[in-house]
Every structure is written in structure tokens, then in C-alpha cells.
């Protein structure tokens, strides 16, 4: 949604590219977005545009002379670099050594690390949580591990739902087992597939029944691992089993 990408693409609604006209890209590409530039890129070029975008990145940072400058202006006492990645990190606490300051008064921490400083001291002397915080709709940082593990299965494998109905004196069975598939395989050219599943559930159904097991849970428990085991060797996918009894 950034302008120059409306641009290439030809919707945005003020300003057109015209054969002859001239982009100069004033940046490098962000590390991973490569991809996402070079389709902007060519699709200026196939516009008609002329696009420069070698060599016109001027860094917003401090050059190495310029950090040598502040470091010979404000003769620190201590030194704590940051931003950027680790290697960049290191070299400056070695530029900053470089400088006169004593290796032990140049440290390297990381996001959370809690470090005391004052005349005598200056030392990481604990830690602090600093990790992302998670936004979902009205809700922050209420997305725990579990939730966002039970996305991803969803996101790559589907999810597989039995509907089953049972009497609740007997336990047996009175509708169902209904095998319903959302984003694991297409229900029309999978009918066979799905078949079977039924037959899988109506066994583990019975196989519990006859040992007397009523405890729903149980039930469910077994429905989901003897199916998801027959799904696997037969599609080598895992998807979310999700067994539901209904009582009557």
C-alpha cells in the first residue's frame, strides 16, 4: 500500500507513470523485502520509467569517523552500544575500545537485560521480560503460546470435525458419526477419504463402548489419536481433530 507500489501498479488515483519518466529508489531494501522492491522495480521499467537505484543509498546512521568524533567530543565513561544486529554491536564496542575506553566499561546486552550503573559499578544484574506484545482485535497481549500453536496446525494442516450423537443411558449411538473438513481436503473429490474416517470413528466408538468407557473425554481422546493415525498414513497430514459428542 505504499505509494510508489500503487504507482507501479497502476492504481493509484493522482499520479500515472509515463514513458520517460525517471524513479530514484533513495534506499537499499529493507533485508528479507528484496522481492517485494524488485517487483516494483520492474514493474516501473515495463511502465517505460527509467530507474536508478544503484548506488543512491545514503546511510541515516553515523559513519565509523562520526562515531569516533562524539566518542573524542564527550569523553564517556562508560559505553553501551545499540541498535542494529550483533555484528554491528561488536564493532562498535571495539571502536569504542579503540577510543580509550576500558574494555570493562563497554558491554554488549540484549533486549530485557537489566544493567546497574553508577560511579563504582556497571554491571548486567538481572533481566526483564521484552518480548513482543501480541494485539488481536480489542485484545493485547492476551495470545498466549497455546493459542498461536493451535493457529499455525490450523493455517497448515486444516481441521477435521465428528459429529456424533449418543443416548444418555446407554451411551449408543443415535446420529453420526459426521465427518466435517475445513481446509484439509475437498470434501467433493474426497468422499471415499471421509468414508472411511466414519468407519475409523464408528470403530473407536464401539471399541470404547465394549470396554464400558462412558467418560466423554476418553472417548474423544481416542476418536482423535485412532484418527489422526489413519490420516496420516493415509495423507501424511496432520490436521486439528475436533471430535464433538451431542447427548440426547
Not at 564517556?76 to 580509550?100: D, F, N, Q, T
Not at 518480548?131 to 498466549?144: A, I, M, R, S, Y
Not at 449418543?166 to 484439509?184: K, T, V
Request: charged share 25%.
Amino acid at each position: 500500500m505504499a505509494v510508489l507500489s500503487r504507482i507501479a501498479a497502476s492504481i493509484h488515483n493522482k499520479i500515472k507513470i509515463r514513458p520517460g519518466d525517471v524513479v530514484i529508489f533513495s534506499s537499499s531494501p529493507i533485508p528479507g523485502n528484496e522481492k517485494a522492491v524488485y517487483r516494483v522495480i520492474n514493474e516501473l521499467e515495463q511502465k517505460g520509467a527509467k530507474v536508478i537505484y544503484h548506488d543512491a543509498h545514503v546511510s541515516g546512521h553515523a559513519c565509523q569517523e562520526e562515531l569516533k568524533l562524539i566518542y573524542a567530543l564527550t569523553k564517556p565513561r562508560y559505553a553501551i552500544p545499540v541498535h542494529g544486529e550483533y555484528r554491528h554491536l561488536k564493532r562498535h564496542a571495539e571502536l569504542a575500545i579503540e577510543m580509550g575506553i576500558p574494555k570493562e566499561r563497554v558491554k554488549l546486552i540484549k533486549c530485557g537485560d537489566v544493567l546497574s550503573v553508577s560511579q563504582d559499578t556497571f554491571d548486567v544484574t538481572g533481566s526483564v521480560p521484552a518480548q513482543g506484545v501480541l494485539v488481536d482485535g480489542l485484545g493485547v497481549g492476551d495470545v498466549g503460546n497455546i493459542v498461536l500453536r493451535d493457529r499455525q496446525h490450523l493455517s497448515e494442516n486444516g481441521l477435521i470435525v465428528v459429529a456424533l450423537t449418543l443416548e444418555h443411558s446407554s451411551n449408543q449411538l443415535l446420529a453420526g458419526p459426521d465427518i466435517i473438513s475445513r481446509g484439509f481436503v475437498y470434501v467433493r473429490e474426497s468422499e471415499s477419504l471421509l468414508e472411511d474416517c466414519r468407519m475409523v470413528v464408528e470403530e473407536t466408538l464401539d471399541e470404547c463402548l465394549a470396554r464400558g468407557t462412558a467418560d466423554w473425554s476418553r472417548i474423544k481422546g481416542k476418536i482423535r489419536d485412532e484418527l489422526g493415525e489413519f490420516l496420516w498414513k493415509r495423507t501424511k497430514r496432520s490436521p486439528m481433530i475436533l471430535p464433538i459428542i451431542s447427548e440426547v
